[in-house]
T-cell receptor, first 113, second 116 residues
Framework: GESVGLHLPTLSVQEGDNSIINCAYSNSASDYFIWYKQESGKGPQFIIDIRSNMDKRQGQRVTVLLNKTVKHLSLQIAATQPGDSAVYFCAERRGGGSYIPTFGRGTSLIVHP | KAGVTQTPRYLIKTRGQQVTLSCSPISGHRSVSWYQQTPGQGLQFLFEYFSETQRNKGNFPGRFSGRQFSNSRSEMNVSTLELGDSALYLC???????????????FGSGTQLSVL
């Protein structure tokens, strides 16, 4: 079936390293993708988004890459900090006028000082 | 500007009871959506309200219901609670200028429901 999934459930990195979190999607009709960060005890927080007519978008220390050929999405975090430790979700909007995103299962990022 | 507020923060109920959760969106936000989050299933969409009308609905049984008031505040109700309903229930709001926009969702911290 169609789904949004993550390759790695847990990612451990050292402080200062760059982190890459990956996400696969299967619905070619998806037109909008979002990354969320969820810290313990809090709700998901928007990080960055990208439309399907783009292949790269940069924010502050974060970059999202979209490869529509292989239906792959990634979130790159530069100079990872302990405060980046959280669960990261990708989400897709499946087009057709539906506003509601479908979330992946999440990747836990652990940053070691 | 205050964020999305959900009450209560924690709730313990027993099987068969019902529960009502409350969500106050960010001022000016007209769309409110609800999600269930569990370790096994992740974030699953329950329903979305806009201008007091349910506009979208996820794949949950009829025991899960909601409503939205004229001030955009929303409540969700779960009747005849089951053990599997134990989860973090998240509410999100957005400004929602139109049905197919790319507007961001702003989430509350959730209500942690435990069913014993």
């Amino acid at each position: 079936g169609e789904s949004v999934g993550l390759h790695l459930p847990t990612l451990s990195v050292q402080e200062g390293d760059n982190s890459i979190i990956n996400c696969a999607y299967s619905n070619s009709a998806s037109d909008y993708f979002i990354w969320y960060k969820q810290e313990s005890g809090k709700g998901p927080q928007f990080i960055i988004d990208i439309r399907s007519n783009m292949d790269k978008r940069q924010g502050q220390r974060v970059t999202v890459l979209l490869n529509k050929t292989v239906k792959h999405l990634s979130l790159q975090i530069a100079a990872t900090q302990p405060g980046d430790s959280a669960v990261y979700f990708c989400a897709e909007r499946r087009g057709g006028g539906s506003y509601i995103p479908t979330f992946g299962r999440g990747t836990s990022l652990i940053v070691h000082p | 500007k205050a964020g999305v507020t959900q009450t209560p923060r924690y709730l313990i109920k027993t099987r068969g009871q019902q529960v009502t959760l409350s969500c106050s969106p960010i001022s000016g936000h007209r769309s409110v959506s609800w999600y269930q989050q569990t370790p096994g299933q992740g974030l699953q969409f329950l329903f979305e309200y806009f201008s007091e009308t349910q506009r979208n609905k996820g794949n949950f049984p009829g025991r899960f219901s909601g409503r939205q008031f004229s001030n955009s505040r929303s409540e969700m109700n779960v009747s005849t609670l089951e053990l599997g309903d134990s989860a973090l229930y998240l509410c999100a709001s957005s400004l929602e200028k139109g049905a197919a926009t790319n507007e961001k969702l702003f989430f509350g911290s959730g209500t942690q429901l435990s069913v014993l």
